[in-house]
């Protein structure tokens, strides 16, 4: 087992933000029974990342692993796949260089850029019209931390709309009406149910004959994508060019 596996998503003070991590971890461990595996969160837990892999990093060294590979579970690559995230990383790696544990860190490529995420999302549109489709999601403020996100709405002949940015979920719907669309579908490009996913569902229900879709992944299709992120380019080669 020279290998270890620890999964980072988002986090905050809610606690269903760290029970939807655990959920994660303990459907990870039953698939992958033969590894190692343990999560933490970027924010929202009293110690930062780079402590929480730092702790894990000990128990792993103990267990005979000599690298742990650490799985951004992003949809985005924003300002925490791109900048946060390596921060953090190489910070838990520099506080071992000077002790006895040889143990190195592996920062693979985040969720959103795993290949399936396209076939899952077709599913949540199936049997709705081409025209009239919104996928909405969180939005990046970081230079070109939308652009999959846009490629992505194009491969599915969707409109994309942003939580945080222009243009929103309330825009692109007037947008199509102004179009004379009025049957539309909304896919919520989110990973966990959350304050966000529930004020867009309250927002919706204000306009007849729009349809909001549940979240394209459950917490078990998750948990098995996760692992499978070794599979595909290292998280670097899909850094956005700033």
């Not at 595996?37 to 110690?47: A, H």
């Not at 267990?63 to 990383?89: A, R, T």
């Not at 939308?146 to 692109?172: D, G, R, T, V």
């Not at 959350?194 to 879709?213: F, H, R, S, V």
Request: hydrophobic share 40%; proline share 7%.
């Amino acid at each position: 087992m020279p290998t270890a596996y620890f999964l980072v998503t988002h986090g905050s003070r809610s606690p269903r933000s760290f029970a939807q991590l655990q959920e994660l971890v303990t459907l990870a461990k039953k698939e992958n029974p033969n590894k190692l595996i343990s999560g933490g969160c970027l924010e929202g837990l009293d110690i930062s990342l780079s402590e929480q892999l730092g702790e894990f990093g000990r128990i792993a060294f103990s267990e005979g692993c000599s690298q742990i590979n650490v799985i951004p579970i992003f949809l985005l690559p924003g300002v925490h796949v791109c900048q946060d995230l390596p921060e953090q990383v190489d910070l838990a790696e520099q506080n071992f260089i000077h002790s006895s544990i040889n143990l190195k860190f592996h920062l693979t490529d985040y969720f959103g850029n795993h290949p399936k995420i396209q076939h899952f999302l077709t599913e949540q549109f199936l049997d709705f019209p081409d025209h009239g489709r919104i996928i909405i999601g969180h939005g990046s403020k970081l230079p070109g931390g939308n652009l999959n996100f846009e490629n992505l709405a194009a491969k599915l002949n969707a409109i994309p709309a942003y939580w945080s940015i222009s243009p929103s979920l309330e825009q692109q719907i007037s947008s199509l009406n102004n179009q004379n669309i009025n049957q539309i579908c909304v896919v919520p490009y989110f990973l966990f149910a959350g304050g966000i996913t529930e004020a867009i569902a309250n927002q919706i229900a204000t306009y007849p004959n729009i349809k909001l879709t549940n979240l394209p992944f459950t917490p078990l299709q998750i948990a098995q994508m996760s692992l499978e992120n070794l599979i595909y380019p290292n998280f670097k080669a899909a850094q956005v060019e700033q």
